[in-house]
């Protein structure tokens, strides 16, 4: 399993089902899916990169009814049990966009898919642009946790990361300061970001490091070019698992970050 540090918590709002609304191909490599629901109105947001597990449908047959309202160990034991031709596949994602219900507006939550082909299973979901396609929700918290006192932030992720670390520079702050590196594969999967004057993100375009770049190298090797100084930072690392636990030890053995103050998590491993 890939390494991570990051923090599970189970909202009461325990299961939530939803389908999809709206989805569209936003870029080369993204698939934006949004669903919408009157189970989303129970939906605890708390911004910055909050995640989910999503449970997806993989026949007609599939069902969400028996999944329990925590993935937790007996949550996924339970899930195990399930039989096989109705039992979701499920996934972790990170929330894109959330909007509360407003006046005749229904709640909605968008969901950045990252497609590769046929690669995966998820991906290649979202590629079908499945309007009307069911899915469920467990709602399990940030993984993001600000160090008391740090104004600076250090952020690095790959594409399977951009929805946490741009949900991380629109929820810091206004004063925040700092550096944000995120790396993606094609020149057009840059999207907009919304983050305080004093943090400099860096996209970095793998199409131009030459055939066979590793995900998440080129992210990592410019997390080694930020300089740290002396104030307090807070950092959070994402994606390809070697990116996510190098960047730990570069910033804690190299540089003298203290382990808690490095969020980590390995989202995939590069094989």
């Not at 996924?76 to 005749?104: C, D, M, Q």
């Not at 309007?131 to 940030?142: M, N, R, S, Y």
């Not at 993001?144 to 990361?161: F, K, N, Q």
Request: proline share 6%.
């Amino acid at each position: 399993m890939p390494s991570s540090n990051i923090a599970v918590s189970h909202a009461g709002s325990g299961l939530v089902t939803a389908e999809v609304v709206r989805a569209e191909r936003i870029s080369p490599h993204f698939v934006r899916v949004t669903i919408g629901g009157e189970d989303l109105a129970q939906w605890r947001n708390l911004g910055f990169d909050q995640w989910f597990r999503l449970a997806l449908p993989v026949s007609d047959s599939t069902r969400f009814d028996k999944l329990s309202d925590k993935f937790n160990i007996g949550g996924y034991l339970r899930y195990l049990t399930l039989p096989k031709a109705t039992r979701p596949v499920i996934r972790n994602y990170t929330v894109r966009e959330f909007r509360g219900s407003s006046g005749t507006s229904p709640a909605e939550l968008d969901i950045d898919f990252v497609v590769h082909g046929s690669e995966g299973i998820a991906g290649p979901w979202a590629g079908t642009l499945p309007v009307g396609a069911p899915v469920a929700l467990i709602d399990q918290g940030c993984g993001y946790r600000p160090v008391a006192g740090a104004t600076r932030v250090i952020l690095a992720g790959d594409e399977s990361a951009l929805p946490a670390v741009l949900g991380i520079l629109r929820d810091l702050p206004a004063e925040s300061t700092g550096t944000a590196i995120i790396e993606v594969p094609d020149a057009e999967d840059q999207q907009t970001v919304v983050a305080p004057r004093g943090v400099d993100v860096r996209w970095i375009v793998r199409d131009g490091q030459g055939d066979g770049a590793a995900p998440g190298a080129a992210a990592l090797e410019e997390l080694r070019s930020v300089a740290l100084g002396e104030e307090p930072v807070s950092a959070f690392l994402a994606g390809e698992q070697q990116l996510a636990t190098g960047g730990r030890r570069y910033l804690v053995n190299e540089c003298g970050l203290a382990k808690t103050a490095v969020d980590f998590t390995g989202y995939w491993r590069r094989h």
